[in-house]
C-alpha cells in the first residue's frame, strides 16, 4: 500500500508542534508527504497523492481539514476509486479522528500507521463510513461528519473567541462553553431562530432550538451519544433537536449527564438518510463556519462512503 501525509501547517497542533512530523517521515519508504500552509492548496494536494498512485491518505490536521480532504476526493476528485483514509488526531477538534480513525498522541499515532505500512497490513483495518454532506445552494458539497446550527452554534462562536486563546484542554474548553451557553438560553434567553425541517418531502417537528444536530458520528464531543428509538427512521444520518424552551433544555440535562440524547418532551431523536433545512443564521460542519439563508435549501446527504483506517489500541 503507498501512504501518502498531508500536513495542515495551520492546525492547531501543528502549529503548536512545528514541523513535528517531518523527523518521522525522513527516509520512510513508500511514504510521501505533502504539507500545505494554505487550505486553497488541499484539492491540488490530492491531486498530487492520486498522480503518485498513492491507496491510502493519513490527514494530519483536525475535523476541518478532514472535511476539506473529503470533498477533494468524493467532489468529482482524481481517483476512480477513494483511496483509504487515516486520520491523525491534528487538530483542536477532532471528534472524527476519534470516532473512526485514530486518537490520542498523534506521534504515537503516525508511528503504528507507518509500522502497518511497513508490513504491508494498513489495508486490514480499512472500513468503510458514511460520511455527511452538506449542499447549500449552487456550493460545492461540504463533507464531514457533524452538522450544528441554532444556539449551540454560538457556543462554539464564544469558544474560538474566548476560550481556545486560553490554551485550555480540550475537554475543558467544550465543558466551558458549554456552561456559558446553558446560561445564555436558560438565563438571558438567546437569540434562536426558526428552522423548517424537512424528510423525504414531509415536514417534521420544527420552529426554535436551543440545538440542532445531525451527524454520522455514534459519538459527539464529552462522550455525547445519540439514541434514536426504534422505528424512528433507517440510514446513517442521525438528527437531535432541543426545543429552546429552558423546561425542554433542563429536561434534557440529565440525558446529557448520562451522555445519552435520546427523545423526550421537547426533543427529538431520528434517523435517516437526508435531511431539508431552511432557516437563516449560521451553522457548522464539523467546527467550519458558514452562513444560511431562507432563500436556498440545505440538504444533508450521507450516500457517500469512505474507507476510514482504524487501528487497535
Request: charged content about 20%; glycine content about 10%.
Amino acid at each position: 500500500m503507498t501512504l501518502a501525509v498531508i500536513t495542515n501547517r495551520l492546525s492547531t497542533h501543528n502549529r503548536r508542534a512545528e514541523k513535528w512530523i517531518d523527523p518521522l517521515l525522513a527516509g520512510e519508504p513508500g511514504v510521501m508527504h505533502i504539507a500545505v500552509e494554505d487550505i486553497a492548496q488541499i484539492d491540488g494536494a490530492v491531486r498530487q497523492c492520486a498522480s503518485a498512485g498513492a491507496n491510502a491518505i493519513v490527514v494530519n490536521g483536525g475535523d476541518g481539514t478532514a472535511g476539506l480532504i473529503f470533498g477533494a476526493l468524493l467532489n468529482a476528485g482524481p481517483y476512480r476509486e477513494a483511496p483509504a483514509v487515516a486520520l491523525l488526531p491534528g487538530g483542536k477538534t477532532n471528534m472524527t479522528a476519534a470516532a473512526w480513525s485514530l486518537s490520542g498522541d498523534p506521534v504515537a499515532a503516525l508511528k503504528a500507521v507507518l509500522a502497518h505500512h511497513r508490513a504491508g497490513t494498513l489495508g486490514a483495518h480499512a472500513k468503510p463510513r458514511a460520511v455527511m454532506s452538506v449542499r447549500d445552494g449552487d456550493a460545492p458539497r461540504r463533507y464531514g461528519a457533524f452538522f450544528g446550527a441554532a444556539d449551540i452554534v454560538e457556543g462554539i462562536l464564544f469558544c474560538r473567541k474566548h476560550i481556545y486563546p486560553l490554551k485550555m484542554p480540550n475537554a475543558a474548553s467544550h465543558s466551558a462553553a458549554i456552561s456559558v451557553l446553558l446560561w445564555r438560553s436558560l438565563a438571558a434567553g438567546g437569540e434562536a431562530k426558526p428552522i423548517v425541517l424537512r424528510q423525504n418531502e414531509n415536514e417534521l417537528p420544527g420552529g426554535k432550538f436551543f440545538v440542532f444536530a445531525a451527524t454520522t458520528l455514534d459519538q459527539l464531543i464529552l462522550g455525547l451519544r445519540p439514541e434514536p428509538p426504534a422505528g424512528s427512521g433507517d440510514g446513517p444520518l442521525m438528527y437531535v433537536s432541543v426545543d429552546h424552551k429552558p423546561m425542554a433544555i433542563l429536561r434534557a440535562l440529565p440525558d446529557m449527564v448520562r451522555r445519552k440524547l435520546r427523545p423526550g418532551k421537547g426533543r427529538n431523536v431520528g434517523r435517516t438518510n437526508d435531511l431539508c433545512l431552511t432557516f437563516t443564521g449560521a451553522y457548522t460542519i464539523d467546527g467550519e463556519m458558514y452562513e444560511a439563508s431562507a432563500d436556498r435549501d440545505l440538504i444533508l446527504d450521507s450516500r457517500d462512503i469512505l474507507r476510514f483506517i482504524q487501528l487497535p489500541t
